[in-house]
């Protein structure tokens, strides 16, 4: 596993190269964003929590897909359920568990649930909706990749969470134009015109750089967003 500094106040860990999660620094100690593929990435997150010198309190997640909960189970039989908050929100619920409920909702965009989701054992203690607050990220529903998905904002420092709402391989793109060298993110998103539109939405937002859950932090904010639109559009 690499890490990488995100900010002042967060750290990207990365595994296989591609597939990062984010420590993120609160007064009491981390936010864990997202968890990795494997179970055993739990033993790495705390490692480094550790050598950072603070405790995880929470594992915050944008979506049920494996590459982002495959150690949430792990991690929270490593930390205590009973000291650390988990936190999603009410749409993911069904995606989350064991097996999963993939049905769509009455009013939802059409679209069938793609890609790994193999739920988990542990149930979420803290559900979130939009413009809700957890420490200093801001919660942004951005569906499209999935149902349920959320990106979070650093409010202190204009750094977005975008799970896979955003793709950062290569260049910022809309998860559903990915780059051919790396085209899973768009394989096994649901709705391309809603992922469109969660993209649009963040061009409302004070965004400084985007951390997403695939590939390297990319600096530009708003302009760099509007580009990757534009691709998507074009
Ligand atoms: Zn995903």
């Known amino acids: 596993m690499t890490t990488t500094q995100v900010s002042g106040n967060a750290r990207q860990l990365t ?28 033993a790495l997150i705390i490692a480094e929590a550790a050598r950072l010198n603070a405790p995880i309190r929470r594992i915050l997640l944008t979506h049920a897909h494996t590459d982002h909960v495959g ?15 988990l936190i999603s929100n009410e749409r993911s619920l069904p995606i989350l568990r064991t097996p999963p409920d993939l049905s769509m909702r009455p009013g939802e965009a059409p679209g069938k649930i793609k890609g790994g989701t193999p ?13 809700d607050k957890v420490g200093s990220l801001r919660c942004i529903d951005t569906p499209g990749h999935i149902p349920g998905h959320m990106s979070f904002l650093d409010e202190r420092d204009g750094t977005l969470y975008a799970g896979d709402a955003l ?18 993110p768009k394989f096994v998103t649901w709705n391309a015109e809603v992922a469109v539109a969660s993209a649009e939405k963040l061009l409302a937002y004070p965004i400084e750089r985007f951390a997403c859950g695939h590939g390297p932090v990319r600096q530009g904010g708003i302009p760099a967003l509007r580009q990757a639109i534009a691709k998507v559009k074009a």
Do not use: Q
């Not at 591609?18 to 100690?29: A, I, M």
């Not at 964003?33 to 990435?41: F, R, V």
């Open 15 to 42: 595994r296989f190269g591609f597939v990062n999660c984010y420590l993120v620094r609160e007064e009491d100690g981390f936010t864990l964003i997202d968890t990795g593929m494997l179970s055993s990435t739990a």
């Open 71 to 85: 150690s949430v189970d792990a991690l929270l039989a490593k930390l205590g359920s009973d000291r650390t908050e």
């Open 119 to 131: 739920g988990i054992r542990s149930k979420p203690t803290r559900l979130l909706s939009e413009g």
């Open 167 to 184: 793709v950062a391989m290569g260049e910022l793109n809309v998860s559903n134009h990915a780059p051919w060298f790396f085209p899973f």
